[in-house]
């Protein structure tokens, strides 16, 4: 049981470059989520998922776009990467989307935009 | 929207002293978590409190759900320095499916 796994652990970008962090879980998690996290700002949702086929935007959704074909994915693409991005971007998924399920985070990715 | 702040942001013991940090909401919460993270790591779930002047404990930590259910806190009896690490608190509000983040404490404890 791998719970929730990212890759990459690291990436460099150019300004303006594309790229997708990938996130997988295997509890079967009705939830999915991603969150990015600075330096005294604690985490801050970009995007989450309720279920298949279905996503919303969280507080910084700016620049991002997500997808969920599956209940096991969610990966996060860039768009048009910008310094402002850089960041450690966490996936987390839970039992529950209807609130109170724990978050089980993955192990993060260290993304610098250059 | 709804804001969480955390205090204070850093703070630095000595080994055997208490530590506390204090979870502050905008708007009132449906329920609260609690996670550590382990510097290089990721968040770990702790705990939650659902009812209004809820008080748990797990070992030498003991959490609190304010009265108004807009505020927490987090108290660490007798610190070790297995205790290290960031401590974020984290709230819905409503039905809400998002789940906001405090700013976070990070705790430094030496011997």
């Known amino acids: 049981n791998a719970g929730v796994t990212q890759t990459p652990k690291f990436q460099v970008l150019k300004t303006g470059q594309s790229m997708t962090l990938q996130c997988a879980q295997d509890?079967?998690?009705?939830?999915m989520s991603w969150y990015r996290q600075d330096p005294g700002m604690g985490l801050r949702l970009i995007h989450y998922?309720?279920?298949?086929?279905?996503?919303d935007q969280g507080e910084v959704p700016n620049g991002y776009n997500v997808s969920r074909s599956t209940t096991e994915d969610f990966p996060l693409r860039l768009l048009s990467a910008a310094p402002s991005q850089t960041s450690v971007y966490f996936c987390?998924?839970?039992?529950?989307?209807?609130?109170?399920?724990?978050?089980?985070f993955g192990n993060g990715t260290r993304l610098t935009v250059t | 929207g709804q804001q969480v702040m955390q205090i204070p942001q850093y703070q630095h013991v000595q080994e055997g002293e208490d530590f506390t940090t204090y979870c502050n909401s905008s708007?009132?919460?449906?329920?609260i978590q609690w996670y550590k993270q382990r510097p290089g790591g990721h968040p770990v779930f702790l705990i939650q409190?659902?009812?209004?002047?809820e008080v748990k404990k797990q070992k030498r930590l003991t959490f609190q759900f304010g009265e108004a259910k807009k505020n927490s806190s987090l108290h660490i009896t007798a610190t070790q320095t297995t205790d290290v690490g960031t401590y974020f608190c984290?709230?819905?509000?409503?039905?809400?499916?998002?789940?906001?983040f405090g700013t976070g404490t990070r705790l430094q404890v030496t011997l």
């Open positions: 984290a709230g819905y509000t409503g039905t809400a499916s998002k789940l906001t």
């Open positions: 509890m079967n998690h009705e939830y």
């Open positions: 708007t009132t919460l449906s329920n």
């Open positions: 998922s309720v279920g298949a086929g279905i996503t």
């Open positions: 987390a998924s839970s039992y529950s989307y209807r609130g109170g399920s724990p978050l089980h």
């Open positions: 409190l659902v009812k209004s002047g």
